[in-house]
């Protein structure tokens, strides 16, 4: 009977949340504002925030993986044989993910933020997020495939790359913002998390 009134009460603040959601939405100031400010609840918007969750979980699997298996080199020796080498997949994958990660900071300077009232200012914007995520959004970016060079501190270089993993602390934030907008239940969410996170444990378990 509890757990009947519980879901009961778990749908209701969802249908609240929601409701909530679209009003925001049709308050949203679109004509108020400059063109290049961008409204976090665009379809389009919807769908960046799912593709950088999935650059997030490739960053997961792949990034330790690097570390424990793939020798760190400087990019003048990623094809030190004149053409397409073992290394060449990997890294031009890992830049298609930079460059991608490097679009959504620019998206993050632009993007209106609800705060009781629509924060569209574009100062007040980059104020935001200089605040919050850029350092761990920068960090994550850094390529260290251009400035390492041969010596003795290739290794505590390597280190640095564990900053990208830097970028799993936004999956939360992500999930909540797209489980506003899908219709599964709490309880589904919360299974579908810690198989998740058990996966990604196993993963980086074997790669330590």
């Given at each position: 009977m509890k757990d009947l009134m519980s879901d009961e009460l778990t749908a209701a603040v969802r249908m609240d949340k929601q409701v909530e959601l679209r009003d925001h939405e049709n308050e949203f100031p679109r004509k108020a504002i400059s063109p290049l400010i961008v409204s976090p609840l665009a379809h389009w918007r919807r769908n960046w925030?799912?593709?950088?969750?999935?650059?997030?979980?490739?960053?997961?699997?792949?990034t330790p993986f690097e570390l424990a298996f793939v020798e760190l080199r400087p990019l003048r020796?990623?094809?030190a044989n004149d053409g397409p080498n073992k290394r060449t997949g990997l890294f031009l994958a890992n830049s298609t993910i930079?460059?991608?990660f490097m679009t959504d900071m620019y998206l993050n300077f632009v993007t209106a933020v609800y705060d009781g009232i629509w924060v569209t200012n574009h100062r007040d914007l980059a104020v935001r997020y200089l605040k919050s995520w850029f350092p761990i959004d920068f960090l994550s970016i850094v390529p260290m495939e251009c400035i390492v060079e041969e010596g003795s501190f290739v290794r505590l270089i390597r280190l640095f790359r564990l900053a990208k993993l830097l970028k799993v602390l936004k999956s939360p934030r992500l999930i909540a913002r797209m489980t506003k907008h899908i219709d599964v239940s709490t309880k589904?969410?919360?299974?579908?998390?810690y198989c998740a996170m058990l996966l990604v444990l196993i993963h980086w378990s074997a790669c330590a």
């Open positions: 925030d799912i593709a950088m969750l999935l650059c997030i979980g490739y960053v997961m699997i792949v020796r990623q094809y930079g460059l991608l589904m969410q919360t299974v579908f998390k």
